[in-house]
């Protein structure tokens, strides 16, 4: 379906029924299509939803920066169109950082955060790593960002809209001098944190946003790196039965 928010429209997938809903927010440069491993057994759990973020994918994007606010923003208004009033969010890697600012800056609509890979910082290596990203999709598109992203050999393609997921990625930078980790203690809801073993962030990233929370249960998955959704769905499904039975 598409959600018209006026200055943009966002393409969300749903599927389930009932109590509780989990929105889906994938990572910089992914699509929905990323959690075709995890939907269908999440989807007899409850209603999925799941949605291209802004510039990414079949969704568009408004002109101009986008902040954290902005996607949490967004976040919203596909719960609004949906007469949704709580939900789960779901966020791997960009799609956690969305999570957390949601729930920073909506905790009424957030009942719990299931946070995949993900960070609450940066620093200023990373940093100018993804302003390059950005800066190889304002001037080479969609395969300027997956070679910044990927490397000058991969054959991986990146879909959406090049400009606007440039301004995406400096969203991502500004975790350099504004980071979340400071503010999470506000954050109300109950937090699962899961981390590949091999996660190129590493499980530390993780950690730092464990102990900055009230209500957090983190678990490292051994053998697996940064897209734990694809490579081990059944681990997700059993941390997050688990998490959701002691709630």
């Known amino acids: 379906m598409r959600v ?21 927010l994938h990572g910089l440069v992914d699509t929905v299509a990323i959690w075709d491993h995890l939907a269908e057994p999440l989807a007899l759990r409850g209603t999925v939803l799941r949605v291209d973020q802004r510039g990414h994918g ?70 100018g790593w993804y302003e390059r990203i950005a800066r190889a999709g304002e001037t080479d598109g969609c395969e300027g960002l997956s070679r910044a992203i990927y490397g000058k050999d991969s054959r991986r393609r990146v879909e959406g809209d090049a400009a606007g997921i440039a301004q995406v990625t400096r969203m991502l930078k500004s975790l350099y001098d504004d980071p979340l980790t400071e503010k999470l203690a506000r954050v109300e809801c109950p937090v699962l944190l899961l981390v590949g073993e091999k996660d190129p962030m590493g499980p530390r990233a993780s950690e730092i946003i464990a102990e900055n929370l009230a209500d957090a249960t983190l678990e490292v998955v051994p053998d697996c790196g940064h897209w734990i959704h694809v490579e081990a769905p059944d681990v997700i499904l059993r941390a997050l039965d688990g998490w959701s039975a002691n709630r």
């Open 4 to 24: 018209d928010l006026g200055s943009h429209a966002l393409n969300v997938e749903a599927s389930g029924s009932g109590s509780p809903t989990y929105l889906c």
């Open 58 to 127: 079949k969704s568009g994007t408004p002109p101009g920066a986008t902040g954290r606010e902005d996607l949490a923003a967004d976040v919203v208004a596909v719960l609004d169109s949906q007469g949704i009033d709580r939900a789960i969010l779901v966020g791997h890697s960009m799609g956690g950082i969305v999570s957390m600012a949601t729930a920073l800056e909506h905790p009424d609509r957030v009942s719990g955060l299931v946070l995949i890979g993900t960070a609450s910082r940066c620093n200023e290596k990373v940093a």
